[in-house]
């Protein structure tokens, strides 16, 4: 897997009068804005209701993802549904992304194993996130580990030190101005989107590879349990 310092990023890509989350995820898929997608089988884009009351944002796809072309559909993706039915939040009111849209891995004989996504990958990628935010009007955005947290609360946020809090949204953003307006109806004319919360909390996969299984997902069961309490 090559690397890379810089990035012309996915900005570039972004059909500036999308109308919906649907033509934004048909464009992601000739993104070129990095270098993972030469080696990626597809770009893996978020998927959900546009009206959702939650919105999800993990890190990046993984290899069954990045071969079914959805997020969260391996391991990682059937706990979290399983944390998500055990906190009381109703699935179909969800909408699930990523802050990374392909899958970066290194090969071990014929295995691909997944390969932590640099900075210059979520910084080149994020106008994904900020294109998809700007469709969307959760009540809650829940982060899911470092490299979400990365992505829209920058780099000095720690997961580990403020899980479980509610925080103001899009307040706490890196650049809340990126989401603090959305476009609304045919004309393409923003208006300020209403305040709402963000939650941070392990990424599911973590509780898969804990020593402690039981006790790491019961707090991320109790993290969402924090969002379920959020919604009413």
Known sequence: MPETETAPGAQEFIPPDAGSLAELRDAAGGCRGCELYRDATQTVFGRGDEHARVVFVGEQPGDMEDQKGLPFVGPAGHLLRRAVDEAGIDPAQLYITNAVKHFRFEMRGKRRLHK??????????????VAEFARLHPEVVVVLGATAAKALLGPSFRVTQSRGVLLPWPESAQRPQDFAKVPVGPTGERETVAPTRLVATIHPSAVLRADDRDAAYAGLVDDLKVVAGALG
């Open 116 to 129: 932590t996504p640099d900075r210059v990958h979520i910084v080149a990628c994020r106008p994904w996130l």
